[in-house]
Every structure is written in C-alpha cells, then in structure tokens.
C-alpha cells in the first residue's frame, strides 16, 4: 500500500467549476505536507504547503486532517491554466530521513 | 533567483553504457535529492545527501551510485544501463534538515535505446 494515495482522476471539469482532490497518508509521523503542480514532462512545482489545519493562496485552499490522515486541496473558479496533474507529497524530517513521499498524482483538464 | 540546475537536459545512451547527471543546488542549500519519475508515474526517491554525507537512500539501483561535492553539487553516476532507466530524473535542493525551500530542478531526461 502507497503511503500517499490519490484518485488519478481524471477530472474534466469546465472553466469556472470548483473542484476538490483528496489525499489520504498513512505514515502519522509525516511532519508537513504540499501540493504540487506538474505540467507534462516538466518538473513538479510547489503549490502550496500545509503545516498546520491548512493554507489558502487565492482560489486555491488546502485542507489538513491530522486524526483522520487526509489532505484535500480546493481550486474555485478554474482555469484553462489549471489544467495538470497535481501530486499530494508528505515530508518526513527525522532519524535521517529527509524524502518527500508523493502520491501518483491526480489529473485536472479543464474544459472551455 | 537562483534555481537547481540541472545538466544535461537531455541524454541518449545505449544499453550497457554509462552516464553521469549533474545537479547544482540553489546557493546555500545544503542537501540535495534524487528522484527518478518513469513515464506516467510519480517521483521516486532515490538518495540524498546532507552537507555532503549521503542521508537517506530510498530505491536506487547497486548499479547507480552518487556523491556531493565540497561546493554542494552533487552527481549521479549510472552504469551498465537498461531500457528501463530511461526516465526523467529530478534534482531536488533544501536548506537544512526540515527540508526548507525545497525546489526542484528541471530534470534531465534520459533515454536509454
């Protein structure tokens, strides 16, 4: 079993729409949590980081549930540009393991 | 501002050779990830290094090895290469232990033919 799992999707949604990815961990001991953004074949790109309950950058809203292990991550209003594959990832720090953990990802097309 | 750099871009070699890939961590950083992403799937981790000791080793192969530099570069050696190492490998940089600024670099994509 993964340690970070996501629906792949895909989610086809039309502009305007908001839409909501959920991620669910099993390590307890993951100390924080992000959201990336990849676009095909480029580097993953941060989006957004959740120590706490949880982080809001505009439309985007992420979401920390520590008793039941789930992260979601809320897009309103969507863009065309929204569009890619966005991977939940947790981060441990301790008895020297430094790795992020990435989920497989979950895709958004957003539709005209 | 600074980035990871990474080089090459793009490599092609065949089966049984060997490659090298080269990571430059954004300035100050001091620990530097491998990841290594097949087509359709999610990075994985591979090493890292902290002020240039290997701090944590996740599912790279015994014919890939890896070091960082006195200067925090770090370089990813891969030998006797299969069909299956062609992938997109990332470089990642932090500062420190809690993996602060944590930024990927472009990657470089291997083919292997």
């Known amino acids: 079993r993964k340690e970070v799992e996501q629906d792949p999707g895909p989610f086809n949604v039309p502009e305007g729409a908001t839409v909501a990815f959920n991620c669910t961990y099993s390590?307890?001991?993951?100390?924080?949590f992000f959201w990336y953004r990849q676009d095909c074949r480029k580097e993953p790109k941060l989006l957004m980081s959740?120590?706490?309950s949880g982080n809001e950058d505009g439309r985007f809203t992420a979401q920390l549930n520590r008793a039941s292990q789930y992260i979601s991550l809320l897009i309103r209003d969507s863009k065309l540009s929204d569009s890619a594959t966005y991977l939940c990832v947790g981060f441990l720090s301790g008895a020297g393991s430094y790795q992020l953990t990435f989920g497989k990802g979950t895709k958004l097309s957003v539709i005209p | 501002a600074a980035g990871v750099i990474q080089s090459p871009r793009h490599l092609i070699k065949e089966k049984r050779e060997t490659a090298t890939l080269k990571c430059y961590p954004i300035p100050r950083h001091d620990t530097v990830y491998w990841y290594q992403q097949g087509p359709g799937q999610d990075p994985q981790f591979l090493i890292s290094f902290y002020e240039k000791m290997q701090s944590d080793k996740g599912s790279i192969p015994d014919r890939f090895s890896a070091q960082q530099f006195s200067d925090y570069h770090s370089e990813l050696n891969m030998s006797s290469l299969e069909l299956g190492d062609s992938a997109l490998y990332f470089c990642a940089s932090s500062l420190g232990e809690t993996g602060r600024g944590y930024t990927f670099g472009s990657g470089t994509r291997l083919t292997v033919v």
């Open positions: 959740v120590y706490s």
């Open positions: 390590n307890s001991a993951s100390q924080s």
